[in-house]
């Protein structure tokens, strides 16, 4: 099973800048959609955005668009989560995970495999 490993987490102030990173094992994954979920304290989890196996299509969702950028190095085997103008509602802990197939599933909810997550704090 592919394993996932964030990190690039932290705390920074409201306006500031993050870079995600997830790194996958195994040989397969260009062959995979890849997204990044967050979950903050006493919510459920949500989708925070999406890209395809090539990295020519992705997919945000309303909260995080304009701010936040999603790629990936298939070269390297690692997405990217660019989080820029962040704000105290985007603390949370974020997650990257593995689609099923080439392409993300919008709503979707079947995963090949989860990260352990990473720590976003932002203060006010």
């Known amino acids: 099973q592919v394993q996932l490993v964030e990190s690039g987490g932290g705390l920074v102030q409201a306006g500031g800048s993050l870079r995600l990173s997830c790194a996958a094992s195994?040989?397969?994954?260009?062959?995979?959609?890849m997204g990044w979920f967050r979950q903050a304290p006493g919510k459920e989890r949500e989708f925070v955005s999406a890209?395809?196996?090539?990295?020519?299509?992705?997919y945000y969702a309303d909260s995080v668009k304009g701010r936040f950028t999603i790629s990936r190095d298939n070269a390297k085997r690692t997405v990217y989560l660019q989080m820029n103008s962040l704000k105290p509602e985007d603390t949370a802990v974020y997650y990257c995970?593995?689609?099923?197939?080439?392409?993300?599933?919008?709503?979707?909810?079947?995963?090949?495999?989860w990260g352990q997550g990473t720590q976003v704090t932002v203060s006010s």
């Open positions: 995970a593995q689609y099923i197939s080439s392409w993300y599933a919008i709503g979707g909810n079947d995963f090949r495999s």
């Open positions: 890209i395809n196996w090539s990295g020519d299509s992705t």
């Open positions: 195994g040989r397969t994954f260009s062959s995979y959609a």
